[in-house]
């Protein structure tokens, strides 16, 4: 019968994309529980709305995470649309789920190089990101920014896509799906990495209902659950959505979820490049938001669901804007998953839920 | 199948009732907000089930209230309620994993509560203009109907840029002074209110526009006069 | 003992040309929509001081009576909300990034007043 030590975990480490502080409670090699702590990167971004207007927000909106950009810009603009009840053109909506979706497979091939260099393969997380690359320039030819786009704004979007440019766009999709799929293949079925990840940071189908969480964290526990499914705004525009679900609960159920949308996000951007609409791109935008209007808005992004809330005061400041974003909700899955792993295994269930805590604090 | 909405109130000691009774019937718990008001706190909680969304609004709460926590509900609460403690200074009680004001560790206390100097301002310049737009349209509804196309336009000048509407003022002034001396001086009486809300140098830029104008029209009456 | 998974890729690397290039000596393929910096047309900018309001950063100044206009390139953040609020539509996003410097400094652009060509001076 061991002692119990206390093991502080971060904010700085290696294999932690974002300061975020675990005290481990540790006897022998096995944690019996964690217990998070956050707060290292709080800005204060909700408060920016007193001084900055509803348009020029949507900056500030945008640069509250780096991986998770377009999708707090293109929440935030929906959320005001329907503050204000704008009705933006079908074009428009199209080419935001085109980013988004192209925003997903940047996120999660992303993570699967983070996943990858947790548990110490790093060639892997180096081909990962190389195909990342793509994925970037890509970006850059369309909105003008590798990472922060600002292509957003309330009323539709601010650039249009070209022909050529969506030419380009399939090609550079159908030339990686050959590379992903051998990393994808090397992920599920290569037999280190699943000495690291099968059985590792088990949540039950229960659990993860009771403990509320959201995204591709939920969707590996057997939960069907997807705010896409709603199928809001763009999203109606797609002929059917099955999200991807995985019963078995552990890390390399997380995996393998994250590594199979990447193929279906890639199956969503080809679908609405065919389906595109000729039209306007943006509506004009008048007046304020009325005093006392409420609205609130879901996204699906990478890591999960977002809430958006907003209310207007009548002036061209809103009175409140809060974006909940899906890290906050997983925290509290995060250290379930944590109890009665082994010290080792720590990395691996910290990365898995995809922690995004510049989202978290704001 | 898009997303329902709605908007709901409910007093502070139906929180926990709230919560056992969406858990139990299979409800999802989203998130819990604050929103600072002129009358208290706003804290407001959300479930989702399907593709419906429930937002219950607890209004007016005070720092003294004492808030029972959902945590037990529904563990993913804890982040949120820490949060609201931090940042509003809303009390909840008995918290699963309590961190006792430490969450964010500010260097300043409740800064949602704090509104700065500018904002006050601002916001006490949009209830001014709101306040003349209501005078201008109870004016126009009692006054003549020739009122009425004035009380249109200050209520469209309450809402533009200030330059623009200074601008439009003075125009709009200056056909009032080609009108019947009465009229002239009710719109000059409106103008004065709407000064007071403007920018105290552009006020008085705009005041000295208006003086200057009302003394080369009396001029001119005078001399229209003189000459009839 | 497994395969060796990665193997097409890492074979196929020996006879690819490398991902990086050799920078300074070998410069990136600039697309052309890039957000670099901010580039202002002072034949037609009327100083109307609406670019000032807009900016979210408050990057830009607006001097009527002196008749300049100037912005602080460090501080702009090149969301271009400002090329799209002006009315007159002198400000555009070139795609060259803003030179590195050792010292912060605001470029201060003046209305051409005679001389046809726009005077462009460090503040």
């Known amino acids: 019968m061991g002692k119990a030590t206390v093991i502080p975990f971060g904010p700085q480490h290696p294999v932690l994309p974002e300061p975020l502080h675990l005290d481990l409670v540790v006897e022998d090699e096995k944690v019996i529980e964690a217990i998070p702590q956050i707060g290292f990167i709080h800005r204060g971004l909700e408060k920016l709305v007193e001084t900055r207007d509803y348009n020029q927000f949507i900056y500030v909106a945008e640069r509250i995470c780096g991986i998770c950009a377009f999708g707090h810009s293109m929440g935030y603009a929906e959320t005001v649309e329907r503050l204000m009840g704008i009705e933006i053109p079908d074009r428009a909506k199209m080419l935001r789920v085109i980013w988004h979706e192209l925003s997903r497979v940047h996120s999660h091939i992303l993570w699967m190089g983070l996943a990858a260099d947790a548990f110490g393969f790093e060639s892997l997380f180096m081909h990962c990101w190389r195909l990342r690359e793509r994925v970037l320039d890509l970006f850059e030819a369309t909105t003008g920014g590798r990472v922060i786009f600002s292509v957003v704004r309330v009323g539709g979007v601010n650039r249009d896509i070209s022909d050529e440019q969506l030419k380009q766009f399939v090609d550079v999709l159908d030339g990686i799906k050959g590379e992903y799929k051998e990393i994808c293949d090397t992920f599920l079925t290569d037999r280190s990495v699943k000495n690291r990840t099968v059985g590792v940071g088990y949540i039950s189908y229960d659990d993860a209902l009771a403990m509320s969480m959201v995204g591709p964290f939920v969707r590996a526990s057997g939960v069907k659950q997807d705010v896409r499914m709603l199928r809001n705004d763009g999203y109606a525009f797609l002929d059917g959505f099955e999200p991807v679900i995985d019963p078995q609960g552990d890390c390399y159920a997380r995996v393998k979820v994250r590594a199979l949308e990447v193929l279906q996000a890639i199956d969503i951007i080809e679908e609405m490049i065919r389906k595109l609409v000729p039209g306007e791109i943006a509506v004009p935008v008048k007046g304020n938001p009325a005093d006392g209007a409420e609205a609130c808005n879901v996204l699906e992004q990478p890591r999960g669901e977002c809430y958006y809330y907003a209310r207007g005061n009548g002036t061209k400041n809103l009175a409140r804007m809060r974006m909940r974003t899906p890290t906050s909700q997983n925290l509290a899955g995060m250290t379930t998953a944590l109890a009665g792993c082994d010290l080792a295994d720590v990395n691996m269930i910290v990365l898995t839920i995809d922690p995004c805590i510049s989202c978290t604090e704001r | ?228 | 003992m497994s395969t060796f998974k990665l193997g097409k890729m890492t074979f196929a690397g020996l006879f690819k040309k490398p991902e990086t290039i050799q920078y300074p000596v070998q410069h990136r393929f600039v697309p052309e929509g890039l957000k670099g910096h901010i580039a202002v047309d002072m034949e037609h900018c009327i100083l109307c001081g609406i670019c000032m309001k807009r900016c979210p950063t408050h990057a830009i100044e607006v001097d009527k009576k002196a008749g300049q206009w100037s912005i602080d390139r460090f501080r702009c953040i090149q969301c271009g909300h400002c090329t799209r609020e002006c009315p007159k539509g002198c400000l555009t996003m070139e795609p060259t990034y803003a030179p590195v410097a050792a010292e912060k400094h605001r470029d201060v652009f003046e209305k051409p007043a005679a001389a046809p060509e726009p005077a462009a001076a460090e503040a």
């Not at chain 2, 600072?36 to 909680?45: P, R």
């Not at chain 2, 609201?84 to 430490?102: C, E, K, M, P, T």
């Not at chain 2, 300043?108 to 203009?129: D, F, L, N, W």
């Open chain 2, 1 to 228: 199948m898009a997303l329902e909405a709605k908007f709901m109130e409910m007093g502070a000691g139906d929180i926990l009732r709230c919560a056992q009774e969406h858990k139990a019937a299979g409800w999802r718990f989203v998130q819990l907000l604050c929103t600072n008001t002129d009358d208290g706190i706003d804290v407001q909680y959300s479930y989702m089930k399907d593709q419906l969304i429930e937002n219950w609004t607890v209004k007016g709460v005070s720092k003294e209230d004492h808030l029972p926590s959902i945590t037990g509900e529904f563990l993913a609460a804890f982040v949120f309620e820490n949060e609201s403690h931090d940042l509003f200074g809303v009390q909840i009680d008995n918290i699963a994993i309590d961190f006792g004001g430490r969450f964010y560790d500010l260097a300043m206390a409740e800064p949602m509560t704090v509104i700065s100097p500018e904002q006050k301002a601002a916001r006490e310049k949009a209830a001014k203009i709101a306040a003349a737009k209501a005078a201008k349209e109870q004016q126009a509804a009692a006054g003549a109907p020739a009122a009425g196309a004035d009380a249109d336009l200050e209520a469209k000048l309450a809402g533009m840029d200030p330059e623009k509407a200074a601008k439009v003022r003075a125009a709009m002034a200056a056909k009032a002074k080609k009108d019947v001396a009465g009229k002239a001086a009710s719109a000059d009486a409106e103008l004065e209110a709407k000064l007071a809300g403007m920018d105290p140098e552009k006020a008085a830029k705009v005041r000295a526009a208006m003086e200057a104008k009302k003394a080369r029209a009396a001029a001119q009456q005078e001399t229209e006069g003189k000459g009839e």
